[in-house]
Structure formats: structure tokens, C-alpha cells
């Protein structure tokens, strides 16, 4: 069984590591704020999760964070990566605190994924309104690695608590919705570019 959620994990990995590839060759461009929060927040929820007993099942998830900081890392070698502070970066930082400071203080496992999980969707929106205004900036297909990395963990989950479900359980819906409004929007874009040439 941890076969499955290992194997799951380095192709989630591997996922990641594209999208990095990809940013240093300026063929996306990650908004950095976003890409910060959501390594954070998974690693909050992994450390929560694991100091709740959760084992292999957190493996996944810690992965998906640990790719969009490479990724952070790596959009500062990117001159065209997108960066621009807003309120919604500010209030997903101060999310992000706050899970820190609350499982910190309360040790309560449900409180930080529950903090991250909301630090963690406020941190999408961001890469959601420039993947939808422009699609040409992203590569929804690079969002399947954390499809396929959470739905390995499932392999692993022994209690079917909050603390081992539900960060997988997001992944999965983030990683489908992404992939879909992106190509799909990329498309529509393309369709229009085209009509437009042949009206020439």
C-alpha cells in the first residue's frame, strides 16, 4: 500500500517539477503570492495532520506543498512572473499566520487544516482571475500532478478523519477545476484568435 501513495506522491512531484521548468523558461507565469500560500498551507496541514497521528496518508499532501515552493523559488528567476500584492494576499497571509498561531497555541489538528484548507482556497483566487483573464499564463494540465498525488493517499487512509480527507479531498477538486477553466478558457481564446485572423 505505501507503494501507491509513494509512487502517487513523486508523480505529484514530478507535476510540479515541470510547472518549475516551465516558469524558469517564462512559458508561465506563477503569481507569487499564491504560490507561496500554497506551500504553506499544505505544510501546515501536514504537520497538523502527522502530529495527529495521520502517517502515509500526509505524504501527498505534504508533496503538494513542497512543489509550489520550488515553484516560489523559482518565479523569482522569471522576469514575466506575475506579481502584484492585493487584499485578498494579504488576508490569505494573515490566514496562514493565524493557522500557525492557533494549532500553536490550541495543538488542535481540525483548527489548522480547517484555517489552511481557507488560506489555502483565498491563496487560488489570485491564479484564478489571471488563469481566467489569461489563460496563455498557465498550463492547466500541469494541475493533474496533485489529482493524482492526493488520489494515491486514499490508498493510506485508515480513520477517514477530517485530518487525513481533507486537504486530499481539495487537491483534487482545486487540481480538476484548474485544469478544466484553464484549457478550457485557453481554447476559447485560441477559437477567437483564429476567427479573427480569417475575418482579415
Known sequence: MHLIVILGSLVGLAFSMLYLIATLKG???????????????????SVAAFSAGV??????????GLGPL???????FN???YWE??????????????????????????VAIILSLGTDILAAIPTLIKGWKYPQTENGWLYLGSVVS????????QNWSLT????????IILGLSFCLIFELMKAQL???????????
Not at 164 to 171: D, K, R
Not at 191 to 200: D, F, P
Request: hydrophobic fraction near 55%; proline fraction near 4%; aromatic fraction near 12%.
Open 150 to 157: 492526493s488520489l494515491a493517499s486514499f490508498t493510506e487512509v
Open 27 to 45: 512559458q508561465v507565469q506563477p503569481n507569487k503570492v499564491t504560490w507561496l500560500i500554497w506551500a504553506l498551507a499544505p505544510l501546515i496541514s
Open 55 to 64: 502517517t502515509w496518508a500526509v505524504l501527498p499532501v505534504f508533496v503538494s
Open 85 to 110: 500584492m492585493g487584499k485578498i494576499d494579504y488576508l490569505c497571509g494573515a490566514l496562514a499566520l493565524l493557522a500557525l498561531i492557533a494549532w500553536a497555541l490550541t495543538k488542535d489538528a481540525n
Open 164 to 171: 487525513e480527507v481533507a486537504f486530499p479531498i481539495y487537491l
Open 79 to 81: 522576469k514575466d512572473a
Open 190 to 200: 485560441k477559437s477567437h484568435h483564429t476567427a479573427t485572423i480569417r475575418k482579415k
Open 70 to 76: 520550488l515553484i516560489f523559488l523559482a518565479s523569482f
